[in-house]
């Protein structure tokens, strides 16, 4: 077999170790090896973290993850970080709580919480829960509800705690009033449909009847096989073309919600006239009990009870008798024995429900589909859209929340040790997420009309609004701001440039940097910028305010010393170089950012940065600029193109990559040249002493070559030591990218090996002719040093307007080289790396925004996507590329009608809303020719058309033009599009063209277009195809959601013992991974709350390991939270909940519960098929796990069909001579084997056998296993033979030997999920588990000895193939 490693391109750092591992000769694996990058994370790893199953805990949003404080001494480091965490974890203890009319019970409290935190769990236990005012007390004392509990005194194990009831104020009734109301809708999922209050849907335990981890003891085990109903709904079957929508919200029985109360309202008496304020009414609530009697409530400062008003009379005086209670509970539980009754069954449900399926997420999650929920009155909802609910929404005195200064003092907090990190990281997590969450709901009133503008005179589309402490601005061209670049196509792509320029600078973190809090909404077609305000900002001009930068790209400049020795620190990490430009003035102004990068010092005194668009350098490949000429890669694939606009820059993820790119080449260049030199001085030196024995010369300067050779290759190699040396503390000043982090702990940084004398190696750099050997490799990379290695970019080459001094023209010459080099770079490197990762199966997008992510962490943005199809086009293996270009087609498809969809609301009048949404997706996806629109018949048009007003919504106005939209013309606008766009021609007319052309699903393009443009349409079955009638109507669009950008901030300690946690499993010791493992679930845990994406992938290893370690039922519970974290953070048909069920259903399987198993892999697969279809190399995996499953159940039949369906993709997509299909093979041959169909069984298995001995050769133990079975499927069927001849001979009365017919065994079963899942345990014995950790130890010190520069060729050890027990 060919080594991979030879044809893996230079410039792929992140050239998976697993593929090096595959060809050092264990072939055996192969096949599993390739499912180990399985779980949807596609991202490159490093060689030294290689991944366990490819999980990183990549937040999978669009960000690259940019670490702090690099993990170049992640060794090191270790030590110091495990003091740390001891210091987090102390003991806990327990304590006694006492609440009035319950027995007390113990509590597990830690020192480290609050108070306020027990608060919390008592509000949420079944038998307190309804108290919301009341204080704890330790003997009497009232304890302070912010105080740790350590800091108190004579609290110690077995204090006991009173619950003492308090008196009222206005503010406690609401916060009563709202929990009640909370309490009963807590199992109500129409917050999740209405994507309010971070709630989200989990469909989980509807698949396994409740918790896992205890209900799985409580069942049958196993052996009651014939009890278990496995045909799955006819349209799960392989083959089958129907594709129903309904199933992905299964209806669950639990909510159909037990009603306690019909209304619970605020009374229309509010609030308490003064004289009854004075008797202590706080305010009056009007409710219908289920036994429709009609009650009106006094909330007063000592509880709740019945006056004697009714709808239209006001009497405060209490009723007789008036049930004062504490608690509108224990109220309603003496008037209503129904509330009673139905109150009680419905805390006994909340409470079994796993916690998991109720916490709030961090950011919310919005579902693109919904049943028609019935709408019910609701106090609470209603007071809170008519009241910007600031009074209470959280706990803070003075109302508003300023938002500027909470996101600016988190950052400001110390972070000297663990625990003072992640109390910052907490407070930057929590502030983060409270900010997006209200700039979001800022935003959509702004576009509703529910807020007046701060320029109330001007045009709507020029408004500027502040709400709520946040500025919004709209994403349109004001006052011809982009004009030089493109108008409103500039002004819309600016804010997402600039949030990732905030994104940037924040996750470089320099102390005494700030930058705008910013959220970017996209919504009913506008796009929205929401931004914390700048203190004192409103009340100056901002041409006095400007102390950096520039106000009017470029023109006119000024710089300011304290803001470029604060930008001098990123300057490094982001790869910017610090230069000069010409002011007005013709004066040279010095920089170290973009010109547009404005510096402003706000009455606080802190330094901001704002308008960070251009912090990464312009893309050449589609911004052609006259008199420059693109290298000839680039110009082969027709670039440069003209573009929308000029703003369109390089990826991060790009120039973290190309830098990388160029250290490899840079340190070959620099070895090569000094070996070269050494060759030579060597045999100079030698020549003049051996003159005469002319034949000595020959015999001993070939000698003093090789030994010359090799001292230079000593010499290189330890002063490649110093080089990493130096880029280690580097690498703890710059986040080296996660993503794309290969073998060299961080490259850029002067990394100058005359600086690092560290006794390892006399500097090669006192030697002048060294020095021009790292003079010149450092010419040929273009590093702007010419002592060290060094690649930073301008930013301001080829902006319009920006000036340079004559004096640097040649270092604008050389950045404008790089530049160019790093635009050809992405299309003649990136595009291939991810093609092939494609074509290996590294990478696996599965839908539009898997793809997505898999092009961004390469650094290739969504604009080159039809570059990038046109590339799989050409490629040669295009047939195994399929799923991929059907992917990249839909994609490309839904983001053309996208941006039509954008300017096509912005036309739509808020009544038509529906409407117009129902139409435009009737023509881009409904067969029905003619498409009509109905223009709403309103129900009140009156005669008189009202008089425009010059406040209007931004763009309503009468205007119908929407309605002229027709199917033909829409999909030419799409094509059209993606021609101009994406420079990809589509020849479709039709929705039908393009699915017959493509192979698309009308199911998955509207899933798309609903995820990307916020649609939320009724759960039902479309008819798509019906040409009669149009597939949607107004009825069937229920919303339109907001689509939000914003920052998610890092934990970067937990991150760092994540990542140490999988090189440790790397290396085989699994007992200390899984140590770390959990150690940095804690940190999560610590930053984020309990539900994260990272937290997520956390326990996905976790269960992973466990189930490695033999542990299955902590398994099977780490993967169920991992399962409801996923499709409440994520969504539930995510990719990644897809793969998720998948390992659930596996550990199901391992612990008996075979039913639970088969519903887990019929819903992974119902999944997979509403969103990728069929026909995708995954589905093989899918259906070989159900055929198993299956199999094992002795539904042969069944099992036949999943199977063969399973060898048909794998044949398809890796080649008829894969591992994997001989695999497939074989377990088809197995159930042919348990139905006694001998032929068939052997001639799959000769397939098989013929694969093995191919490509492993005879001698393999495969070829071997693969032949002994053959031996035995031959011997069945002479035997089966014979019984038959001998029955056909003497009929009735013959001698029949039984013939073996067994049911496979469960482990044998088991055995093969595992390998096909990538699980593969190797029995070692003692003696070979010395050599292998005497093996790791010594690749550890060759590792410190700096030898890490060449990736090593045998790859660390993979988990995925070959677990050694410990």
Same mark, same amino acid.
């Given at each position: 077999?060919?080594?991979k490693?030879?044809?893996?391109?230079?410039?792929v750092?992140?050239?998976?170790p697993v593929?090096?591992?595959?060809?050092a000769?264990?072939?055996a694996y192969?096949?599993?090896?390739?499912?180990?990058?399985?779980d949807?994370?596609e991202?490159g790893?490093s060689g030294?973290?290689?991944?366990v199953?490819?999980d990183?805990?990549?937040?999978h949003?669009?960000e690259a993850?940019?670490k702090?404080?690099?993990t170049?001494?992640?060794?090191?480091g270790?030590?110091?970080?495990?003091?740390?965490?001891?210091v987090i974890?102390?003991t806990g203890?327990t304590v006694?709580?006492?609440?009035?009319g319950?027995e007390?019970?113990?509590l597990?409290?830690?020192?480290q919480?609050?108070v306020q935190?027990?608060?919390?769990v008592?509000?949420?236990r079944?038998?307190?829960?309804?108290r919301?005012?009341?204080?704890?007390?330790l003997?009497?004392?009232?304890l302070d509800n912010?105080?740790e509990?350590?800091?108190?005194e004579g609290?110690?194990?077995?204090?006991?705690?009173k619950?003492?009831e308090?008196p009222?104020?206005?503010?406690?009734?609401?916060?009563?009033?709202r929990?009640?109301r909370?309490?009963?809708?807590s199992?109500?999922?129409s917050?999740?449909?209405n994507g309010v209050d971070?709630?989200?849907?989990?469909?989980?335990s509807l698949?396994t009847?409740?918790?896992?981890g205890d209900s799985?003891?409580?069942?049958k085990k196993?052996?009651?096989?014939?009890?278990?109903?496995?045909t799955?709904?006819?349209h799960?079957?392989?083959g089958?073309k129907d594709?129903p929508?309904?199933?992905l919200q299964?209806?669950n029985?639990?909510?159909k919600?037990?009603?306690c109360?019909?209304?619970?309202?605020?009374?229309?008496?509010?609030?308490p006239p003064?004289?009854?304020?004075?008797?202590?009414d706080?305010?009056?609530?009007?409710m219908?009990?289920? $036994?429709?009697r009609?009650?009106s409530v006094t909330?007063?400062?000592?509880?709740?009870?019945?006056?004697?008003s009714?709808?239209?009379?006001?009497n405060?005086?209490p009723?007789?008798?008036?049930?004062?209670?504490?608690?509108?509970?224990e109220?309603l539980?003496?008037?209503?024995p129904?509330?009673k009754?139905?109150f009680?069954?419905?805390?006994?449900?909340?409470v079994?429900?796993?916690?998991?399926e109720r916490?709030?997420?961090?950011?919310?999650?919005?579902?693109?589909?919904?049943p028609q929920?019935?709408?019910?009155?609701?106090?609470?909802r209603a007071?809170?859209?008519?009241?910007?609910r600031l009074?209470y929404e959280e706990?803070?005195p003075?109302q508003?929340?300023d938002?500027?200064?909470?996101?600016?003092?988190?950052?400001?907090?110390?972070r000297?040790?663990?625990?003072e990190r992640?109390l910052?990281?907490?407070?930057i997590?929590?502030?983060?997420?409270d900010?997006?969450?209200a700039?979001t709901?800022?935003?959509?009133?702004?576009?509703?009309?529910?807020?007046?503008?701060?320029n109330?005179?001007?045009?709507?589309? =020029?408004?500027?609004?502040?709400?709520n402490?946040?500025?919004?601005?709209?994403?349109?061209?004001?006052?011809?701001h982009?004009?030089?670049?493109?108008?409103?196509?500039?002004?819309h792509?600016?804010?997402?440039?600039?949030?990732?320029?905030?994104?940037?600078?924040?996750? /470089?973190?320099?102390e005494?940097?700030y930058?705008l809090?910013?959220?970017?909404v996209?919504?009913r077609?506008y796009?929205?910028?929401?931004?914390?305000i700048?203190?004192g900002?409103l009340?100056?001009e901002q041409?006095?305010?400007?102390?950096y930068?520039?106000?009017?790209f470029?023109?006119?400049?000024v710089?300011?010393?304290?803001?470029?020795?604060?930008l001098?620190?990123?300057?490094?990490?982001?790869?910017?170089?610090?230069?000069?430009?010409l002011?007005?003035?013709?004066d040279s102004?010095d920089?170290?950012?973009s010109?547009?990068c404005k510096?402003?010092?706000?009455?606080?005194g802190?330094h901001?940065?704002l308008?960070?668009l251009?912090?990464?350098?312009?893309?050449?490949?589609?911004?052609? /600029?006259?008199?420059? %000429?693109?290298?000839?890669?680039?110009?082969?694939?027709g670039?440069?193109?003209?573009h929308?606009h000029?703003?369109a820059?390089?990826?991060?993820e790009?120039?973290?990559a190309? /830098?990388?790119?160029r250290?490899l080449?840079?340190?070959?260049?620099?070895a090569l040249?000094l070996?070269?030199?050494?060759?030579n001085?060597?045999t100079?030196t030698?020549?003049?002493?051996?003159?005469?024995k002319?034949t000595?010369?020959?015999?001993?300067?070939?000698?003093t070559q090789?030994?010359?050779?090799d001292s230079?290759?000593?010499?290189v190699?330890?002063d490649s030591?110093?080089?990493?040396d130096?880029?280690?503390?580097?690498?703890?000043q710059?986040?080296?990218?996660s993503?794309e982090?290969?073998?060299?702990?961080?490259?850029?940084?002067?990394?100058?090996?005359?600086t690092?004398?560290?006794?390892?190696?006399?500097s090669?750099?006192?030697?002048?002719?060294s020095?021009?050997v790292?003079?010149?490799a450092c010419?040929?990379?273009?590093?702007?040093?010419?002592?060290?290695?060094?690649?930073?970019?301008?930013? +301001?080459?080829?902006s319009?307007?920006?000036?340079?001094?004559?004096?640097?023209?040649? +270092?604008v010459?050389?950045?404008k080289q790089?530049?160019?080099d790093?635009a050809?770079?992405?299309v003649?490197c990136?595009?291939?790396?991810l093609?092939?990762?494609?074509?290996?199966?590294?990478t696996?997008?599965?839908d539009?925004?898997?793809?997505t992510e898999?092009?961004h962490?390469?650094g290739?943005?969504a604009?080159?996507?039809?570059t990038?199809?046109?590339?799989?086009?050409?490629?040669?293996a295009?047939?195994?590329?399929?799923?991929?270009?059907?992917?990249?087609?839909?994609?490309?498809?839904?983001r053309?009608a996208?941006?039509?969809?954008k300017?096509?609301?912005?036309?739509?009048?808020l009544?038509?809303?529906?409407a117009a949404?129902?139409?435009?997706?009737?023509?881009l996806?409904?067969s029905?020719?003619?498409?009509v629109?109905? @223009?709403?018949l309103?129900e @009140?048009?009156?005669?008189?058309?009202?008089?425009k007003?010059?406040?209007r919504?931004?763009?309503?106005?009468?205007?119908?033009?929407?309605?002229?939209?027709?199917?033909?013309e829409?999909?030419?606008?799409?094509?059209?599009?993606?021609?101009?766009?994406?420079?990809?021609?589509?020849?479709c007319e039709?929705?039908?063209?393009?699915v017959?052309?493509?192979g698309?699903?009308?199911?998955t393009?509207?899933?798309e277009?609903?995820?990307?443009?916020?649609i939320?349409?009724?759960?039902?079955?479309?008819?798509?195809?019906?040409?009669?009638k149009p597939?949607?109507?107004?009825?069937?669009?229920?919303?339109i959601?907001p689509?939000?950008?914003?920052?998610?901030?890092?934990?970067?300690?937990?991150f760092?013992?994540?990542q140490?946690?999988?090189?440790?499993v790397q290396?085989?010791?699994?007992?200390?991974?899984? $140590?770390?493992?959990n150690?940095?679930?804690n940190?999560?845990?610590?930053?984020y709350?309990?539900?994260? /994406?990272e937290?997520?992938?956390?326990?996905r290893?976790?269960?992973?390991?466990?189930y490695?370690m033999?542990?299955h039922?902590?398994a099977?519970s780490?993967?169920q939270k991992?399962?409801?974290m996923?499709?409440?953070v994520?969504?539930?048909?995510?990719?990644?909940?897809?793969?998720?069920?998948?390992?659930?259903a596996?550990?199901?399987f391992?612990?008996?519960q075979?039913?639970t198993?088969?519903?887990?892999?019929?819903r992974?697969?119902y999944?997979m098929?509403?969103?990728?279809?069929?026909?995708?190399?995954e589905?093989a995996?899918?259906?070989?796990?159900?055929?198993?499953?299956?199999?094992?159940?002795?539904?042969y039949?069944?099992?036949?069909?999943?199977? $063969?369906?399973a060898l048909?993709?794998?044949?398809?997509?890796?080649?008829?001579?894969?591992?994997?299909v001989?695999?497939?093979?074989?377990?088809?041959?197995r159930?042919?084997?348990?139905?006694?169909?001998?032929r068939?069984a052997?001639?799959?298995?000769?397939?098989g056998?013929?694969?093995?001995?191919?490509q =492993?050769?005879?001698?393999h133990e495969?070829?071997k296993?693969?032949s002994e079975?053959?031996?035995? @499927?031959?011997?069945?069927?002479?035997?089966?033979?014979?019984?038959?001849?001998?029955?056909?001979?003497?009929?009735s009365?013959a001698?029949i030997?039984?013939?073996?017919?067994?049911a496979?065994?469960?482990?044998s079963?088991l055995?093969?999920?595992?390998?096909?899942?990538g699980?593969?345990?190797?029995p070692?014995?003692?003696?070979?588990?010395?050599?292998l950790?005497? %093996?790791?130890q010594?690749?550890?010190?060759l590792?410190?000895l700096?030898k890490?520069?060449?990736?090593?060729?045998?790859?660390?050890?993979e988990?995925?193939?070959?677990?050694p027990i410990?």
């Open positions: 077999m060919v080594s490693t030879d044809d893996i391109p230079a410039s750092p992140n050239c998976n593929d090096l591992a595959d060809d000769g264990d072939g192969h096949e599993s090896s390739k499912t180990r990058l399985k949807s994370c991202c790893h030294d973290t290689a991944m199953n490819g990183g805990a990549h937040e949003t669009e993850e940019v702090q404080d690099g170049g001494e992640a060794d090191g270790e030590e110091s970080n495990e003091q740390e965490v001891i974890q102390d203890f006694k709580i006492q609440a009035p319950t007390p019970f113990d597990q409290v830690s020192p919480e609050m935190e027990i608060h919390q008592l509000i949420d079944e038998d307190t829960c309804h919301t005012c009341f204080s704890l007390q003997d009497g004392n009232v912010f105080a509990l350590k800091s108190i609290l110690q194990e077995g204090s006991l705690l619950v003492v308090e009222y104020t206005v503010r406690e009734a609401r916060i009563h009033v929990h009640i909370d309490l009963l809708k199992l109500d999922p917050d999740a449909y971070c709630n989200s849907l989990s469909f989980l698949f009847d409740g918790d896992l799985g003891k409580r069942k196993g052996n009651d096989l014939e009890q278990i109903d496995c799955p709904p006819e799960i079957l392989p089958s594709r929508l309904v199933p299964p209806q029985k639990d909510w919600p037990m009603q109360l019909k209304v619970l309202t605020m009374s229309g008496w509010n609030p003064g004289n009854r304020k004075m008797h202590g706080l305010m009056y609530l009007y219908v009990t289920v $036994e429709e009609h009650i909330a007063s400062t000592r509880g709740f009870y019945l006056n004697q009714t709808t239209y009379t006001f405060p005086k009723a007789n008798p008036s049930f004062l209670s504490h608690s509108l509970v109220l539980s003496q008037i209503s129904a509330f009754k139905n009680t069954a419905l805390q006994k449900k909340r079994q429900r796993h916690p998991f916490i709030a997420t961090p950011f919310q999650v919005y579902s693109w589909t919904a929920v019935d709408h019910a009155m609701d106090c609470v007071e809170d859209a008519y009241t910007s009074g706990h803070i003075g508003t929340r938002w500027n200064e909470e996101l600016q003092t988190t950052r400001e907090l110390p000297k040790n663990l625990p992640l910052r990281e907490r407070a997590f929590k502030v983060h997420s900010f997006a969450a700039a709901r800022g935003a959509m009133a702004v576009i509703d009309g529910n807020v007046m503008a701060i109330p005179g001007e045009e709507t589309r =020029m408004q500027m609004f502040i709400w402490n946040i500025f919004f601005s709209l994403g349109f061209d004001v006052r011809d982009y004009r030089e670049l493109g108008g409103d196509a500039a002004a792509a600016a804010p997402t440039n600039d949030l990732n320029g905030v994104r940037a600078y924040g996750a /470089v973190d320099v005494g940097l930058t809090g910013t959220v970017v996209d919504y077609g796009r929205v910028t929401a931004q914390s700048i203190p900002i009340e100056r041409e006095q305010s400007v102390i930068g520039s106000i009017d470029g023109k006119t400049v710089s300011h010393n304290k803001y470029l020795e604060l001098e620190k990123t300057s490094r990490p982001l790869k910017v170089q610090r230069h000069d430009v002011n007005e003035k013709n102004v920089l170290c950012s010109v547009e510096g402003i010092i706000g009455n606080d802190r901001y940065i308008d960070l251009r912090t990464f350098p312009p893309d050449l490949n589609f911004l052609p /600029v006259d008199g420059e %000429e693109l290298p000839p890669e680039s110009r082969h694939q670039f440069p193109r003209q929308r000029r703003l820059c390089l990826r991060q790009l120039i973290e190309f /830098v990388e790119h250290y080449l840079f340190m070959k260049m620099a040249q070996m070269q030199q050494k060759a001085k060597d100079k030698d020549r003049p002493a051996i003159t005469e002319s000595e010369i020959n015999a001993d300067s070939s000698q090789t030994t010359a050779a230079t290759a000593t010499e190699s330890s030591t110093s080089l990493t130096n880029s280690t503390s580097a690498a703890s710059s986040p080296p990218d993503e982090n290969s073998t060299t702990p961080t490259t850029n940084g002067p990394v100058d090996p005359a690092t004398q560290n006794g390892e190696c006399k090669p750099l006192e030697d002048p002719r020095r021009e790292v003079l010149n010419k040929a990379v273009g590093s702007i040093s010419n002592t060290s290695f060094d690649i930073r970019f301008n930013p +301001d080459i080829f319009p307007g920006v000036r340079f001094p004559d004096d640097s023209a040649s +270092d010459q050389k950045q790089l530049l160019k790093a050809a770079f992405l003649s990136q595009i291939p790396s093609v092939k990762d494609c074509l290996d199966h590294s696996l997008p599965m539009g925004a898997t793809l898999a092009l962490q390469r290739i943005n604009r080159y996507l039809g990038v199809l046109e590339f799989v086009d050409k490629t040669p295009k047939a195994q590329l399929e799923h991929f270009y059907r992917i990249g087609i839909s994609e490309l498809i839904t053309c996208k941006h039509i969809f300017t096509y609301l912005q036309g739509v009048e009544s038509a809303l529906s949404v129902s139409h435009f997706l009737n023509c996806l409904s029905f020719p003619d498409a629109a109905h @223009l709403p309103d @009140l048009v009156s005669r008189r058309k009202s008089r007003r010059r406040n919504v931004p763009g309503s106005g009468d205007n119908t033009a929407w309605a002229s939209l027709t199917p033909s829409l999909w030419k606008n799409i094509a059209s599009e993606a021609q101009s766009y994406y420079h990809f021609t589509i020849q039709s929705a039908d063209q393009v017959e052309k493509y698309l699903q009308k199911s393009l509207l899933r277009i609903s995820i990307k443009t916020g939320q349409i009724l759960i039902k079955e479309y008819n798509f195809d019906s040409r009669h597939a949607f109507t107004e009825e069937d669009i229920l919303n959601f689509v939000v950008k914003h920052v998610n901030p890092k934990a970067s300690d937990a760092h013992f994540f140490s946690g999988q090189a440790k290396q085989g010791f699994l007992k200390e991974g899984c $140590e770390l493992i150690e940095a679930l940190l999560f845990n610590n930053v709350g309990p539900m994260h /994406v937290i997520c992938a956390c326990l290893l976790l269960a992973r390991l466990n490695i033999g542990d039922a902590e099977l780490n993967q991992a399962v409801l996923s499709e409440r994520l969504g539930i048909e995510h990719p990644n909940t897809i793969q998720e069920y998948m390992h659930l596996l550990y199901c391992a612990n008996g075979l039913s198993a088969l519903k887990l892999l019929y992974a697969r999944l098929l509403l969103v990728c279809g069929e026909d995708h190399p589905m995996l899918l259906d070989s796990n159900i055929g198993l499953v299956l199999h094992g159940v002795m539904e039949d069944l099992s036949l069909r999943f199977l $063969e369906n048909a993709i794998n044949t398809k997509y890796h080649g008829p001579r894969s591992l994997k001989a695999l497939s093979h074989h377990l088809v041959a159930v042919y084997e348990s139905k006694a169909e001998f068939s052997l001639q799959h298995e000769k397939e056998y013929t694969i093995y001995k191919n =492993m050769g005879e001698a495969k070829t296993e693969s079975y053959l031996k035995y @499927l031959t011997q069945q069927a002479v035997a089966l033979q014979r019984t038959m001849n001998e029955i056909y001979k003497n009929g009365n001698s030997t039984p013939l073996k017919f067994t496979p065994s469960m482990a079963i055995e093969q999920l595992n390998i096909i899942n699980i593969i345990f190797i070692l014995s003692q003696k070979d588990l010395e050599n950790k005497a %093996e790791v010594r690749r550890q010190q590792q410190e700096g890490s520069e060449e990736p090593a060729e045998d790859g660390p050890l988990l995925d193939d070959k677990i410990d």
